[in-house]
Every structure is written in C-alpha cells, then in structure tokens.
C-alpha cells in the first residue's frame, strides 16, 4: 500500500481529528496547524507495513502531536507570554499627563512610606515589596511573628488612610 493511498484513506478522518484538537486546545487558531502536522507525519512514516487499524493509528498520532506540543509549550514557557494588546500597548501610554500622572502618583507613595515608623516600614517593604513571608521576616528582625502581623497591620492602615486623604 503506498503513502498515497494511506493519505487518501485518512482525509475522511479530518473533520474527527479537528474535533479531537478542539476538546483539547484552548486557542482554536491551532486546531488547522495541528491536523497538517499529523498528515506530514504520516506522509513522513519510515515503514511500508499495511496499516490495519487506520483510525486508531491517525488518532495515536494526533496523540503523539498533541503531546509534543504540551513539551514545546512547556520549555518555551509559552504559559508566561502575555498576548500584544494594541489598545492596552497603544502610544498612549507614553503619553505625557499619563507619565505626570505615574510620577506623582509614586511620590505619593514614597511619602506614604516614610510617614511610617522606620521598623514599620522596613517590615512592609520585607514582606510587601521583597515578598518574604512573615516567618522570615520575624526571624531576620528577631521578633515574634505577631509582631510583624500587627506591624503591617499598622501599614496597611496608614496607607489606606493617606490614600482616602488623596481621593
């Protein structure tokens, strides 16, 4: 039997293979894509063994592809890109008032910051802004680990309240 002859007995099984995908990929733009790349690997079988069970072998290739993908997703980190948004990514973000706008906003901030007690503050820029956990907070400060809770307690009071002061 040749190659041939074996893609003309799988086309039928596309419509099937498209749904296989469907059910199981998030982004329906992949769906084409991944069919193609099971008909190249059956173009590309290395075997002139007649294929007795063709639906089952299509499907274990859809399998084997399906599969691939998740690994190359995986070491790529493809989880971790963010998609280009053109209205969040527009020019507009560089501009000027919104830029002033940033900049007076991290001002406030900062003096929000240094309106706190300087163990205060180092507490909260520890477990905040370093996002140690309280345990090592406590533990590189040498108090108790209510302490620090009462401490950004404290904190989170103060800036809320600059904050509402603000509004």
């Keep these: ?60 290739i859809a399998a084997r592809v399906l599969a691939d993908r998740g690994r190359r997703r995986f070491a790529r980190k ?18 000027p008032y919104r830029i002033l706008a940033g900049k007076q906003e991290l001002r406030a901030a900062t003096e929000a910051l240094l309106g706190l007690p300087p163990r205060t503050r180092r507490i909260f820029i520890l477990h905040r802004l370093e996002g140690r956990k309280s345990r090592e907070v406590a533990d590189q400060l040498g108090i108790s680990v209510s302490a620090v809770e009462k401490h950004m307690v404290k904190a989170m009071q103060h800036l809320s309240s600059v904050r509402r002061g603000r509004s």
């Design 1 to 60: 039997m040749s190659e041939l002859s074996v893609l003309d007995r799988a086309e039928p099984l596309r419509q099937g293979l498209a749904q296989y995908f469907r059910r199981r990929i998030p982004d329906p733009s992949e769906v084409d894509d991944l069919v193609q790349e099971v008909f190249a690997r059956i173009v590309a079988r290395d075997s002139d063994e007649p294929i007795q069970h063709l639906g089952g072998f299509v499907f274990q």
């Design 78 to 95: 493809a989880n971790a890109h963010v998609v280009f948004d053109a209205e969040r990514h527009a020019e507009e973000d560089f501009d």
